[in-house]
Structures are given as C-alpha cells and as structure tokens.
C-alpha cells in the first residue's frame, strides 16, 4: 500500500503569489489535516477534513483554504504568498477522524516564499 | 491550555546505550492520547509510541518505552541500545479535539537527538 503522498516536494513562490498543495491519503482513509511547520518548530494544526467536512481549523488567516474531494485527497490553498508562510507543509490521513487510529504523515511539501 | 513542553532542545546519546527524551504537558482532560513521532532528514514524522492516558500501563514498542507519570502530566521516551539510525528530532504530541468532531495534535518544540558512534 502507498503511504500517504504529497505533491510537489518543493517549490518557490513569490511573494503575493498564490500556492495549491496537493495530498493523497492512504487508500481507505477518510480524514486529511494538514499542518504547517516552521524550521526549527514542531507542526502547528492548520485543517482537519473527515467525509469532505471540514472538522477544524487552526490559528491561521483566511488566506489558508482546504478541501477534500469524493475520493478523498486534499488540497491546501495558500493566497497571497507572505515570506512567513515558508515553510515544510504536511498532511496526515487517519481511518477516522484520529480518535481512535493514529495518523500517519506525508514527506511534505518545501514551501519557500521570496 | 494546550501546551506541550519539551525541555530539552538538543540530547546526544552513546551508540548501544540508552537515552530518555522529556515531554510535559497540560490539560484538563481525564482521557487523551499522547504520542511520540520521529523526524529524520526525510522530513517525514514517523510514529513511535502511543499511549492512552486512561491505560495505567506504559507503552512499549521494541527499543521504545514510555514513562506515563498522569498526575505530573509527563510523558518521557526511553530510548534502549540506541542504534545510529535512531538519530532525529523527536516530538511529543498530544491529541486534542477541535470541537466539529474532529482532533487535532499539538506537538512539542521538538528534541534533537544524535548518536554518536
């Protein structure tokens, strides 16, 4: 079975730009959550998406916007790019909605904004 | 709150010797899951070791082994005969509802560890 996977692994954005980060959870996973990572910080919570509803969302503007298709994969939107939302992206999947199984992560996606 | 604390920003441990990583955390809760997740160079966060907080017993996965102190709101990683591929960042997490039926993890700062050869 594919782990859960994200596209691309890198890119660069200029500032202003707007961004589409894309996850595909394991096959039978219903929920994706996507964070957001700072170098040097722990994953900070941005979206949680179980069924294609959304279940939560972070401390984050409303420049940040996710969705989850009928098969499930995600994508995190990101508009008009700041330097400060470089930064290492992951997405996570869980069975449920993570109260009883765990979540297993992506390799992310490399963000750096110029 | 939901803030989890690692102390320890950096640790370095003895190849085939044993490491404990620190974690702390706060809540109001009675049940809750903690969790242990590694991160490598690849960038991708690894799971290690869970533990239910309503369970008294630590968690043990192979090398891995848990010190689940509920009153002091503790939670500490014993690394056993650590091998060089052991080296990472290691965080704490703790799961946390978001109130719309779904959860969240809030992790920790994160604790570099390296093994020396």
């Known amino acids: 079975d594919a782990g859960v996977t994200q596209s691309p692994t890198h890119l660069i954005k200029t500032r202003g730009q707007h961004v589409t980060l894309r996850c595909s959870p394991i096959s039978g996973h219903k929920s994706v959550s996507w964070y957001q990572q700072v170098l040097g910080q722990g994953p900070q919570f941005i979206f949680q998406y179980y069924e294609k509803e959304e279940r939560g969302r972070g401390n984050f503007p409303d420049r940040f916007s996710a969705r989850q298709f009928p098969n499930y994969s995600s994508e995190l939107n990101v508009n008009a790019l700041l330097l400060g939302d470089s930064a290492l992206y992951l997405c996570a999947s869980s069975l449920d909605r993570g109260q009883l199984y765990g979540y297993t992560f992506g390799s992310g996606t490399r963000l750096t904004v110029v | 709150a939901q803030t989890v604390t690692q102390s320890q920003p950096e640790m370095s441990v003895q190849e085939a010797e044993t490491v404990t990583l620190s974690c702390t955390y706060d809540?109001?809760?009675?049940?809750?899951?903690l969790f242990w997740y590694k991160q490598p160079p690849s960038r991708q966060m690894i799971l290690v070791i869970r533990?239910?907080?309503?369970?008294?017993q630590n968690a043990t996965e192979n090398r891995f082994s848990v010190n689940f102190q509920k009153a002091a709101k503790s939670f500490s990683l014993k690394i056993s005969d650590s091998q060089l591929g052991d080296a990472a960042m290691y965080f704490c997490?703790?799961?946390?509802?978001?109130?719309?039926?779904?959860?969240?993890?809030?992790f920790g700062a994160g604790t570099i560890l390296r093994v020396k050869s």
């Open positions: 809540t109001s809760e009675s049940d809750y899951y």
């Open positions: 533990q239910e907080a309503y369970k008294q």
């Open positions: 997490a703790r799961r946390v509802g978001t109130g719309e039926y779904g959860n969240k993890l809030v």
